[in-house]
């Protein structure tokens, strides 16, 4: 154990060192030039309908859905979006063929703009289709922006006819994408 004097002195050693360490002036205005970049992922849309719902007569039928999509509503979200891409997954395991739309809408319910796929029908094994990125950016991107609702129209290929004992379904899985740039 060390003594009591000792310790005091080895206290004010320590002291003194600390008052001759090295320091510097700090630059505050660095934080002018800070620039954040942060990327978030995020679910976009999701449905499983069940083939037993899409009851038709063999001919081209067409379910619709239209949802509020009020993201870009926010001011300073909108301002600091440089870049979106949505990524789309549908699972089809019903014996028909389907074409997928999915409409951007603004607040007029005007069609700004229409992503369509194809959904090959179900022959058994794996019908699971991972689509090409859509990538919005400069024009795209402010079409994109004035986006308020999302519709998904589902057209059903004519065919053997399904009704409530009809197996299957038609999934949708996706994803968005956002870069932003705060300043």
């Not at 004010?12 to 970049?37: H, M, N, P, Y």
């Not at 037993?52 to 300073?76: C, E, M, P």
């Amino acid at each position: 154990m060390i003594p009591y004097s000792k310790r005091s002195l080895l206290s004010v050693l320590l002291c003194t060192f600390l008052f001759f360490s090295c320091s510097s002036e700090l630059d505050f205005d660095q934080i002018k030039d800070l620039k954040l970049e942060p990327v978030v992922v995020a679910n976009l849309a999701y449905f499983d309908i069940p083939a037993n719902q899409l009851i038709d007569d063999g001919s081209t039928n067409i379910a619709y859905d239209v949802r509020n999509f009020t993201v870009f509503r926010d001011k300073f979200f909108n301002e600091r979006l440089k870049k979106a891409e949505f990524d789309f997954e549908i699972e089809n395991t019903i014996e028909r063929t389907f074409a997928l739309n999915m409409l951007l809408m603004n607040d007029q319910n005007e069609i700004l703009q229409t992503i369509s796929y194809t959904v090959p029908a179900y022959t058994g094994g794996s019908n699971v289709i991972k689509y090409p990125t859509e990538v919005f950016e400069n024009e795209r991107l402010n079409l994109l922006k004035q986006t308020t609702k999302i519709g998904f129209v589902v057209l059903v290929a004519s065919g053997d006819p399904l009704n409530s004992q009809s197996l299957g379904n038609l999934k949708l899985r996706s994803s968005a994408t956002v870069y932003l740039v705060i300043e």
